[in-house]
């Protein structure tokens, strides 16, 4: 389970709003992450993100099962910050990391991929002249987007194909697998976009 690019259907005021509006939010929600300092902000943030994911009607036990490796990420950085520097950048770190993959799980949970895909196309136009194609560079978001479910739902078919044979303790029973489908894969969309001339 994954948060990134599980759009679903629902329809909610964040469902209807602007796509730019929703992409800048977001931009500047990260800003404001970087630039601001102090737990109050870093804890404020964040409750105004689980309010945009309220708002948007996130399925709360799909959501928590989908930042639970962000949850465990984050207990680990928040543990090495409360023992290098104590526990407020500690608390600081957890909150803003849960903060900007909660809120780019509200934007793309909000936006059907399509719109997603024409609202990066017009973004990408100033990048045609340093020689990349907007509408490349916007299959490319695209794409990551959607690898990352694909990746996170391949890796869990082949956990619990090792943990049936009760080899799930040992990585390497189900990391060669997993890393061998994810490559196969890659290669495959990879001839698939070169046939369409959609890249080299």
Not at 139 to 145: E, S
Request: hydrophobic letters at 60%.
């Amino acid at each position: 389970m994954t948060l990134l690019g599980a759009h679903r259907t629902a329809r909610t005021p964040l469902d209807g709003a602007p796509v730019g509006a929703k992409l800048g939010a977001l931009a500047l929600l990260g800003g404001a992450v970087v630039l601001t300092h102090g737990v109050p902000a870093a804890l404020g943030l964040l409750a105004a993100v689980l309010l945009a994911a309220l708002l948007a009607a996130l399925p709360p036990r799909a959501t928590l099962r989908g930042l639970l490796p962000v949850l465990v990420t984050a207990v680990l950085a928040g543990a090495y910050q409360a023992w290098a520097r104590g526990w407020a950048p500690a608390v600081e770190v957890v909150a803003d990391l849960l903060t900007l993959v909660l809120a780019a799980a509200v934007v793309t949970a909000t936006t059907p991929a399509d719109r997603m895909l024409d609202a990066l196309t017009r973004a990408a136009r100033p990048l045609r002249r340093l020689g990349l194609p907007p509408d490349v560079v916007a299959v490319a978001v695209a794409l990551v987007l959607r690898t990352v479910p694909e990746i996170a739902r391949t890796v869990h078919e082949v956990r619990d194909a090792a943990r049936a044979r009760g080899l799930e303790r040992d990585p390497r029973v189900w990391l060669t697998p997993a890393v061998l489908r994810v490559v196969g894969r890659a290669r495959d969309l990879g001839e698939a976009l070169a046939a369409r001339g959609i890249v080299d």
